[in-house]
T-cell receptor, first 111, second 112 residues
Framework: KQEVTQIPAALSVPEGENLVLNCSFTDSAIYNLQWFRQDPGKGLTSLLLIQSSQREQTSGRLNASLDKSSGRSTLYIAASQPGDSATYLCAVRVGDYKLSFGAGTTVTVRA | DAGITQSPRHKVTETGTPVTLRCHQTENHRYMYWYRQDPGHGLRLIHYSYGVKDTDKGEVSDGYSVSRSKTEDFLLTLESATSSQTSVYFC???????????FGPGTRLTVT
């Protein structure tokens, strides 16, 4: 069974600092990996999808890397802002319809 | 905005009562999913659908059933609600089988 771990569970940084969020998974035979953002009491917003053949994916201030062989993905958020405060979830797909989710990292950006 | 709505958004019900949650999409995507989110367990897949009348079980399907009679609607039914089914339920869709998933706003269900 695929296990997805996100460490740390919570992170607090001052505004302007770069954020580094980690995701590790136990089965390297993934199809793709997706990063989400969740605001309190809200649904999940898709941030980035990385296919297994890709090493990274970028969208604006966000950059996600993928190292399948070591079972790791990292989400970088440049020049953090208070509006980036949220919980960030990663999820991996192993060749079928199903996503396996990590527990998330809750980020607080202090103004 | 993936055009996903869920109804109701909040519901309180009593143990033993049947409950149906509705997920509606405006884009006619083929793949639809129901998840539940609980503290300490994260998001877990309940059921999914890969077309009208085509559904299958996820990892936590006991006590739940689903139906999909139209492309745009995916219903989740708790036949006899229990307190352990108190949770936030999310619907999701994807265009492709293993494509990017988009989530609805969620339904908070409390079973007393």
């Amino acid at each position: 069974k695929q296990e997805v771990t996100q460490i740390p569970a919570a992170l607090s940084v001052p505004e302007g600092e770069n954020l580094v969020l980690n995701c590790s998974f136990t089965d390297s035979a993934i199809y793709n990996l997706q990063w989400f953002r969740q605001d309190p009491g809200k649904g999940l917003t898709s941030l980035l999808l990385i296919q297994s053949s890709q090493r990274e994916q970028t969208s604006g201030r966000l950059n996600a890397s993928l190292d399948k062989s070591s079972g790791r993905s990292t989400l970088y958020i440049a020049a953090s802002q208070p509006g980036d405060s949220a919980t960030y979830l990663c999820a991996v797909r192993v060749g079928d319809y199903k996503l396996s989710f990590g527990a998330g990292t809750t980020v607080t950006v202090r103004a | 905005d993936a055009g996903i709505t869920q109804s109701p958004r909040h519901k309180v019900t009593e143990t033993g009562t049947p409950v149906t949650l509705r997920c509606h999409q405006t884009e006619n995507h083929r793949y639809m999913y129901w998840y539940r989110q609980d503290p300490g367990h994260g998001l877990r897949l309940i059921h999914y659908s890969y077309g009208v009348k085509d559904t299958d079980k996820g990892e936590v399907s006991d006590g739940y059933s689903v139906s999909r009679s139209k492309t745009e609607d995916f219903l989740l039914t708790l036949e006899s609600a229990t307190s352990s089914q108190t949770s936030v339920y999310f619907c999701a869709i994807s265009v492709e089988e293993a494509g990017e998933q988009y989530f609805g706003p969620g339904t908070r269900l409390t079973v007393t």
